[in-house]
């Protein structure tokens, strides 16, 4: 079984603070993907990395930088949290040669 | 205009019912189709996963595409208490890695 996992369920900063969202999976895949999950809004993707140290922009990345310096480890960096950065935030990661993606349990923040 | 359109819902039903639940979708660069169901405070799971128009059936549930329409749908048979989530829909195309999801349909199975 795929396994991803994040390093926090639950996460409670204060604006301005620097906040670091770590995913780590086990299976070898080459795409790792930070999306965060908004009611009403769906998901929405941040960044995504195809390899160690490539990184590509999602929809929104304002507000946010991405880091993959081991191919197993993607980490979300929120420079100076804001308070609409509030939100359900999830890793997943997928195969090169498929579409399927796997997730982690995501992590919930909440900016203060 | 939204890429994919999914009416959140909430969708009750009792228990034993057929569910059906829907999505549209305006790109037509859209090949590969999947449906993950999503627990209260977890993180969505992959249920159903498609690339070609017509039907796919993994025990109680039934996906069903059409490109001509753009529409995709899930099927639920004999609904429990346990299928109780949210369904989100997601869609591929080429030249984009990541999905785009709809906005998710809370499903509630009264027993």
């Known amino acids: 079984d795929v396994k991803v996992t994040q390093s926090s369920r639950y996460l409670v900063k204060r604006t301005g603070e620097k906040v670091f969202l770590e995913c780590v999976q086990d299976?070898?895949?080459?795409?790792m993907f930070w999306y965060r999950q908004d009611p009403g809004l769906g998901l929405r993707l941040i960044y995504f990395?195809?390899?160690?140290?490539?990184?590509e922009k999602g929809d929104i990345p304002e507000g946010y930088s991405v880091s993959r310096e081991k191919k197993e480890r993607f980490s979300l960096i929120l420079e100076s949290a804001s308070t609409n950065q509030t939100s359900m935030y999830l890793c997943?990661?997928?195969?090169?040669?498929?579409?399927?993606?796997?997730f982690g349990p995501g992590t919930r923040l909440t900016v203060l | 205009q939204k890429e994919v359109e999914q009416d959140p819902g909430p969708l009750s039903v009792p228990e034993g019912a057929i569910v059906s639940l829907n999505c549209t979708y305006s790109?037509?660069?859209?090949?590969?189709f999947m449906w993950y169901r999503q627990y209260s405070r977890k993180g969505p799971e992959l249920l159903m996963y498609?690339?070609?128009?017509g039907n796919k059936e993994d025990g109680r549930f039934t996906a069903q595409v059409d490109k001509s329409s753009k529409y995709i749908s899930l099927f639920i048979r004999d609904s429990q208490p346990s299928d109780s989530a949210t369904y989100l829909c997601?869609?591929?195309?080429?030249?984009?890695?990541?999905?785009?999801f709809g906005s998710g349909t809370r499903l509630q199975v009264q027993p």
């Open positions: 498609t690339y070609s128009s």
């Open positions: 997943a990661t997928m195969p090169g040669q498929t579409d399927t993606q796997y």
């Open positions: 299976m070898d895949h080459e795409n």
């Open positions: 990395s195809y390899d160690v140290k490539m990184k």
């Open positions: 997601a869609m591929a195309g080429t030249g984009r890695r990541a999905l785009t």
């Open positions: 790109n037509s660069a859209f090949q590969y």
